[in-house]
């Protein structure tokens, strides 16, 4: 009399041989169906080449270049300065320079990281469309601000302040 352990490793040994023909079968079939195609691969997908070098794309890149020649400039002024000074005063005006050299240097560094944004946008062939409707950004609006990644309507709503609602 076979015990029960005996019939559960049968049953799997069973289960493990119908995947192991089944696998087989598709392989088969598979092997088949290349020999009649004489293909291996899917059929190559033409892919529409992007326009590397737009007026658009160099005019981001010299904007890039110029705030990058700036942010150099900042940076060489800041080492410049000295540290410590004979008086109070001297230093607090000092203290209120590097203040004023320091926000420069973010802002300059944040407008990189924007052109850096909408370089990537043109590379993929969305610069000049808004990035909440979809529509496409004036042209008056990208040559004041070649970084817009909204149009007029949608970057007021992006500032707008939220009002409270206050219930009473």
């Known amino acids: 009399m076979p015990k029960n352990g005996d019939l559960q490793k049968k049953s799997v040994s069973k289960t493990i041989?119908?995947?192991?023909?089944?696998?087989?079968?598709?392989?088969?079939?598979?092997?088949?169906?290349?020999?009649?195609?004489?293909?291996?691969?899917s059929p190559p997908v033409e892919i529409e080449p992007r326009v590397i070098d737009s007026?658009?794309?160099r005019a981001l890149r010299k904007e890039r270049r110029r705030l990058t020649e700036e942010l150099k400039c900042q940076e060489l002024l800041a080492q410049d300065r000295p540290t410590t000074g004979n008086h109070m005063a001297d230093d607090a005006s000092e203290v209120e320079a590097q203040a004023k050299s320091l926000a420069l240097r973010r802002h300059l560094e944040g407008m990189i990281k924007e052109i850096d944004r909408a370089i990537a946008r043109a590379e993929k062939g969305t610069y000049g469309v808004c990035e909440r409707c979809r529509r496409p950004i004036p042209e008056e609006r990208l040559k004041v601000m070649p970084s817009a990644a909204f149009c007029i309507e949608c970057a007021k709503l992006q500032t707008r302040p939220m009002k409270v609602v206050t219930v009473a």
């Open 17 to 41: 041989a119908r995947g192991v023909a089944s696998a087989a079968k598709t392989a088969k079939k598979s092997a088949k169906a290349v020999l009649m195609t004489g293909r291996t691969m």
């Open 55 to 57: 007026p658009a794309l």
